[in-house]
């Protein structure tokens, strides 16, 4: 993607700078033999000088490059970054994104990155908690780029998880102005700007924090097994799915009990879990059984076990058996169940 070579470009630019100051700025930004970086403390440390002392060198040398002859004649090669973050993101691209775009050694990165700190062409903003470093060329762009982000943030639920067509329709809408200028791919680098929204391993989207997104464990990785079959699944299924889909080792007796202490799943038959939020209601079958019989007064056999296999996969024998219970709930002479009173 690059036309000349970050290594020279540096070298010469730093040749304009006495040792110090050249060492200071090579040792920052991992410019040396080892690749590298340095923080202000340790430069401080290795010349018994403060941090705040180091970092005054640091700006010296960086402005004492751009102010010298050398420095102009790179001018070509500073046109051209611009025109990479032009190209890679209409005018704003995250820092890690457009590292790895332009390579995949990370001693070239620290060079590239270097020549993108002393350039005049384009501007960094600093990592925030809602976005991380980025890089722009527009500020109107950046501007109206990190609004949207913040807008398409505001419309997730915490847990909402929706697919990547979702969420760049959303961000869409919030680039009415933008969207004919800028194509897909674009986009979604614009989305990666965010540190509030982010994909999961299945490439779903929502809240960053959300266990959805952020998945830590076994409990995480069975939710997405669970969400993306759609009905209820047997332990044993999700602990193989979840080894088939992430390549995480996942022991039955652990899933099952990782899915026994999440609220976010509710036991609806003998070892299968459904989703709580599919509607279903924890408890036993007397539990539910219960539940209905409030809910809707005195039903008959039939209308019952229709009721309960809708929130449990069990037989309908086990459901007229635990209708029998007396102190529970009451048969009537036309032939309805209810409450006992």
């Given at each position: 993607?690059?036309?000349?070579?970050?290594?020279?470009?540096?070298?010469?630019?730093?040749?304009?700078?006495?040792?110090?100051?050249?060492?200071?700025?090579?040792?920052?930004?991992?410019?040396?033999?080892?690749?590298?970086?340095?923080?202000?403390?340790?430069?401080?440390?290795?010349?018994?000088?403060?941090?705040?002392?180091?970092?005054?060198?640091?700006?010296?040398?960086?402005?004492?490059?751009?102010?010298?002859?050398?420095?102009?004649?790179?001018?070509?090669?500073?046109?051209?970054?611009?025109?990479?973050?032009?190209?890679?993101?209409?005018?704003?691209?995250?820092?890690?994104?457009?590292?790895?775009?332009?390579?995949?050694?990370?001693?070239?990165?620290?060079?590239?990155?270097?020549?993108?700190?002393?350039?005049?062409?384009?501007?960094?903003?600093?990592?925030?908690?809602?976005?991380?470093?980025?890089?722009?060329?527009?500020?109107?762009?950046?501007?109206?780029?990190?609004?949207?982000?913040?807008?398409?943030?505001?419309?997730?639920?915490?847990?909402?998880?929706?697919?990547?067509?979702?969420?760049?329709?959303?961000?869409?809408?919030?680039?009415?102005?933008?969207?004919?200028?800028?194509?897909?791919?674009?986009?979604?680098?614009?989305?990666?700007?965010?540190?509030?929204?982010?994909?999961?391993?299945?490439?779903?989207?929502?809240?960053?924090?959300?266990?959805?997104?952020?998945?830590?464990?076994?409990?995480?990785?069975?939710?997405?097994?669970?969400?993306?079959?759609?009905?209820?699944?047997?332990?044993?299924?999700?602990?193989?799915?979840?080894?088939?889909?992430?390549?995480?080792?996942?022991?039955?007796?652990?899933?099952?009990?990782?899915?026994?202490?999440?609220?976010?799943?509710?036991?609806?038959?003998?070892g299968l879990y459904a989703l709580t939020e599919w509607g279903y209601s924890a408890g036993v079958v007397k539990?539910?059984?219960?539940?209905?019989?409030?809910?809707?007064?005195?039903?008959?056999?039939?209308?019952?076990?229709?009721?309960?296999?809708?929130?449990?996969?069990?037989?309908?024998?086990?459901?007229?058996?635990?209708?029998?219970?007396?102190?529970?709930?009451?048969?009537?002479?036309?032939?309805?169940?209810?409450?006992?009173?």
């Open positions: 993607m690059i036309s000349f070579k970050p290594k020279q470009v540096t070298k010469k630019l730093l040749s304009v700078l006495p040792p110090r100051a050249r060492d200071v700025l090579e040792k920052r930004y991992g410019l040396g033999a080892d690749g590298a970086t340095h923080t202000l403390e340790s430069i401080g440390q290795s010349y018994g000088i403060t941090r705040e002392r180091v970092r005054q060198i640091e700006n010296y040398g960086i402005q004492s490059i751009q102010k010298s002859e050398v420095y102009n004649e790179f001018e070509s090669v500073f046109t051209e970054m611009q025109e990479i973050i032009n190209k890679l993101g209409g005018g704003i691209v995250a820092e890690h994104v457009m590292l790895e775009e332009l390579s995949s050694n990370q001693d070239l990165r620290n060079h590239i990155y270097f020549l993108f700190v002393i350039g005049h062409p384009f501007y960094r903003s600093k990592e925030s908690p809602a976005y991380t470093h980025r890089w722009y060329t527009e500020k109107k762009i950046a501007d109206t780029v990190e609004q949207a982000l913040k807008n398409v943030k505001k419309s997730l639920n915490r847990d909402d998880l929706i697919t990547e067509e979702e969420i760049i329709n959303r961000f869409r809408e919030e680039l009415i102005d933008l969207t004919d200028k800028y194509d897909e791919q674009i986009l979604k680098r614009w989305l990666l700007i965010s540190k509030d929204i982010a994909s999961n391993p299945l490439g779903e989207w929502g809240h960053s924090a959300s266990p959805n997104v952020k998945v830590k464990g076994i409990r995480d990785y069975a939710y997405l097994v669970v969400k993306r079959h759609g009905s209820p699944m047997h332990f044993r299924e999700v602990a193989e799915a979840i080894e088939a889909l992430f390549s995480k080792k996942a022991h039955t007796a652990t899933t099952h009990n990782e899915l026994i202490k999440d609220e976010r799943f509710v036991l609806v038959g003998r539990d539910v059984l219960r539940d209905i019989l409030e809910q809707h007064g005195p039903l008959t056999k039939e209308e019952i076990i229709d009721k309960v296999r809708k929130e449990r996969y069990v037989k309908d024998n086990t459901i007229v058996v635990n209708l029998q219970d007396v102190n529970l709930f009451k048969r009537h002479s036309n032939g309805t169940y209810s409450l006992s009173e």
